[in-house]
């Protein structure tokens, strides 16, 4: 039996030396539970952060490639993304700028790849490109009547 607290990285491991145990796992269950009230630290305490810088903001927020959602956030003075679906005790992916309208993903998914920002004609934010994949605002996805973009072919 084994019971794992990913967030707080406790967990247990019954060994029996038998074919049926029924309370194995009310056993490994409590013995977490016990663990994670002694072993945990507290949280640390909650600290208003700096706001991003204004070449950051454009970045921040929800953004899709594929079907699939990540949320780009500024979170102690740093460039971060996760994938919407991911558990909260999941790191993120961590950026570093890497050039004008370029940034080099440190840790996290994707570690080492690339994040480039592209602008339109009025200098706004209008797609990314994170290890090659797009990363629009909208949900846009490929298949049968759509190219790469998200445009519709006729």
């Known amino acids: 039996m084994l019971v794992y607290s990913r967030r707080e990285r406790i967990g247990a491991v019954i060994l029996a030396n038998?074919?049926?145990?029924?309370?194995?796992?009310?056993t490994g269950l409590a013995l977490v539970g016990a663990a994670l009230e002694e072993l945990t630290p507290p949280p640390d305490?909650?600290?208003?952060?700096?706001?991003?810088p204004a070449e950051i903001e454009p970045l921040l927020g929800r953004w899709w490639s594929e079907g699939r959602e990540a949320v780009f956030s500024w979170r102690g003075g740093r460039l971060e993304a996760r994938n919407a679906t991911a558990p909260p005790e999941r790191d993120p992916s961590v950026f570093e700028l890497d050039g004008e309208?370029?940034?080099?993903?440190?840790?996290?998914?994707?570690?080492?790849?690339?994040?480039?920002?592209?602008?339109?004609?009025?200098?706004?934010?209008v797609k990314l490109y994170w290890a090659t994949y797009p990363f629009t605002r909208t949900p846009d996805t490929f298949g049968p009547g759509s190219t790469a973009d998200g445009a519709r072919v006729p």
């Open 45 to 52: 305490p909650w600290v208003p952060e700096e706001p991003p």
């Open 18 to 26: 038998a074919s049926r145990w029924p309370k194995a796992v009310d």
């Open 101 to 125: 309208d370029r940034f080099r993903t440190v840790s996290g998914d994707e570690q080492g790849e690339l994040l480039r920002v592209v602008r339109g004609g009025e200098g706004e934010v």
